[in-house]
């Protein structure tokens, strides 16, 4: 191979997405080696498991680095620090009352960033692993694997209706009120994938596919948690008040609440029924979630940026997000060659392995983001946008699920 062919892969984007799949093969070939989070931190095997969770993260992280040409010597100490604030995260969202309340570690991640931040200030030797967008990249790769073909038919042809109808509708919906409030294209992408996919992932995605700025995914990916946490107890309440069944309930629930676990959380209240229904259509737009970020990176890469040249094949693809590659390999390779059974039991760990990257990713980005930027005046528009946004949602999918589940069912 000619140097000039291997040179294009000596990049942030291809080597995020190589170590990401190289990280999903490790997984595959050795999952005996590959830790999951411990629930209690006694005992030497739950310090073993973090510890091997720590090396592993280490290794592809480092490697990839090394290979940008970049020197450890400082990145190795500070990725230390990064990664046992992750691990404090993790280990708080793990905690039974906090998975009751429905906080997930990225807001744990965020918070803890952010308190460091704008206390103390950011060390100056933790920066040399302060890369957020490059452990984003590793962990969306890995996010593959939990998207899985299959569950597109265990949705249901009604499921995969609504979250169709859903989500192109509210996008559509959200990105054209974002200019009517003057809120700048880039923030209004990720606003309308967090309000009509899937909350936090889907603005993850959307940054990574259009190069966002990390400072506004984190204040989005903030919102969507804040928002989502009195959802979570008010749409049970609202379900019952209306009179819904379970399984219209479970289906409005599912299309609405932003984050899985708030998701499961808000269907335990109606019943098993009402449950069943809400992971179903979340699961149904979580497969989406491919296919929204090639459409987004394309659009972004044709009208999203200024251009002072044709958009030919060729300039197209170099800055098409290279992590979407990954994503969408990982997602056939557990869809297609692994039996259901393999892929759920490797799916497992890799979703272990992602949280660890999107917890240090969002650490990073919490000590990368001053307050003076979330409490500026023209925050209040993102906020505005959002909320909007979110009650025509909520609208939208009320309508449907009960005439998909309700109507057309009886």
Known sequence: MSNTFLRQFKNEDWIATIMGLLLMGAIIAFPTLIPSFPKTLTGVDAWLKIGGMFLIALLFAGVGLRWLGERLKGFIPAFIGIFLIAALSMYVCGL????????????????????IRNTIGLPKWLTPAVRSEYYIKIGLVLLGTSVLFGEILEAGFWGIVQSLVVV??????????????????EMGVMLASAVSICGVSAAI???????????????????????????????????????LSQEVAGAWMGGTIDTTGAVVASGKFLGEVAETYSVIIKSSQNVLLGVAAFVISIYWSLRGTNQAERPTPRVLWDRFPKFVVGFVLASLIFSFLLTPEQAKSLGSLAKGMREVMFSLAFVCIGLETDFRFLFKAENRRYI???????????????????????????
């Open 205 to 243: 995605a959307t940054c990574g596919a259009i190069k966002g700025d990390s400072k506004k995914l984190s204040f989005v990916v903030s919102l969507v948690l804040v928002v989502a946490i009195p959802m979570m107890y008010l749409m049970p309440l609202l379900a019952r008040w209306l009179g």
């Open 384 to 410: 505005t946008t959002f909320l909007v946004a979110q009650g025509f949602n909520i609208v939208v999918t009320l309508v449907m699920a009960s005439l998909l589940f309700g109507w057309l069912a009886a």
């Open 168 to 185: 192109f509708s509210v996008w559509y919906f959200t990105f054209w009120l974002a200019g009517k409030m003057n809120v700048d294209k």
């Open 96 to 115: 039974g009352f906090v998975k009751k309340i429905g906080f997930e570690s990225v807001f744990f991640s965020v918070a803890l960033g952010l308190l």
